[in-house]
């Protein structure tokens, strides 16, 4: 064996300890440089003098930067960082179940059941002019739709990846056809259900993010917890289970939680796509299939590209866009070399 082959593992070591650093140490850079952007411009350690103050001195200083950062603009953007992190580590959990590297949060039908949801609260606030909960009416349809598409993909040898990845694609049509029909009755306010499922952080509050930071820390920690499983599960179901893992247990509560994280992100931002199936790639490209490091970085990396793309729409372009607009023009045309890079590999090329 050569030096140099002695030497890639290092190297490869290496490299991914460069990741966490700078991952890390982006994260709260990003979030403090994007919170200073805007019509009103507040310079950086401002920024972080006026949130420390806030956390840890409880200085009450009555002015527009403080109501701006406070009060504006950190709720949107710790929802847009939250919301990015979970859609990656929910994409990541279902490559990984599916053993399907085009898998993600619309896989199995739950982000479309979140817009069915979401587009039946604004059509029943239009008619009856009382106002219903959006993100509620999104969750309790994507969640519903989950546990459809499981039903439906169940049989008597247990759930495979390629029922589950029909069952969503069928059941994901027929919302599809639901939410069309309802654009329709919704008539010249139409717009309104187009706004949200085009995707947006413009309305976040404390309250999303509080509500978000609980279910993806819960989601997190679950998927982390089971990450050795997913691992052994790569090898297979026979593999696994002579391991010791259960895999039906497994495959059920990974599923459940990564959806469940999914949901609720969909449910406060809107429709936002190709987070869960951009992000696993870009960081398995260096960290290798270890979910152990794939889903933490992945988390961090989700959060800032999300973050980063809110701010582009919030503070750069002249004319804000809704933010699921921007991440399918940036992810779309990753999807058409995936898929085509997987294609080319199975005919040998």
């Known amino acids: ?39 009103i411009k507040i310079p950086f350690l401002e920024v972080f003098n006026l949130i420390f103050n806030k956390l840890f001195t409880h200085t009450d200083i009555n002015n527009i930067n403080t109501v701006v950062v406070i009060d504006v603009r950190l709720p949107r953007i710790l929802t847009a960082a939250i919301v990015g992190g979970g859609l990656a580590v929910s994409g990541v959990v279902f490559q990984a179940i599916l053993l399907n590297p085009l898998a993600d949060p619309y896989t199995l039908g739950v982000s479309t059941g979140a817009a069915f ?28 739709t989950l ?12 759930i495979s990846s390629n029922n589950l990845i029909l069952s969503g694609i069928i059941v994901s049509a027929i919302l ?25 952080f413009s309305a976040a509050t404390w309250a999303d993010v509080i509500l978000t930071s609980a279910f993806v820390f ?10 050795r499983d997913l691992n052994l ?15 039906k247990q497994v495959t059920i509560i990974l599923l459940i939680t990564a959806s469940m994280v999914a949901a609720i992100c ?15 790639h870009i960081i398995r490209s260096v960290t290798g299939p270890d979910n152990r490091k794939l889903l933490p970085l992945s988390f961090l990396t989700g959060a800032i590209i999300l973050l980063s793309a809110d701010t582009i729409t919030r503070a750069v372009l ?23 890079k997987q294609h080319m590999a199975k005919r040998g090329f």
């Open 1 to 39: 064996m050569s030096c140099a082959n002695l030497m890639k593992p290092e190297r490869y070591k290496n490299l991914q300890w460069v990741l966490i650093f700078l991952l890390v140490f982006s994260l709260p850079l990003i979030i403090g440089v994007s919170t200073g952007m805007g019509y």
């Open 266 to 280: 969909v449910s406060v931002s809107g429709i936002i796509g190709f987070i869960g199936l951009l992000v696993p």
């Open 318 to 340: 002249p004319v804000e866009i809704p933010i699921g607009v921007l991440t399918a023009l940036i992810g779309g045309p990753f999807f058409c070399y995936v898929f085509k």
């Open 176 to 200: 599809s056809a639901g939410i069309s029909f309802i654009k329709y009755i919704a008539d010249e306010q139409v717009s309104l259900i187009i706004f949200w499922l085009m995707g947006s």
């Open 218 to 227: 819960i989601g997190f920690i679950i998927s982390v917890f089971y990450s």
């Open 233 to 247: 599960m790569a090898m297979g179901e026979k593999s696994a289970s002579s391991l010791g893992v259960n895999t």
């Open 117 to 144: 949801g979401a587009s039946l609260a604004i059509l029943f606030t239009i008619i009856t002019g009382t106002v219903f909960s959006v993100s509620l009416f999104a969750f309790i349809c994507a969640v519903l």
């Open 147 to 158: 546990f459809f598409v499981i039903y439906l993909s169940s049989g008597s040898g247990g």
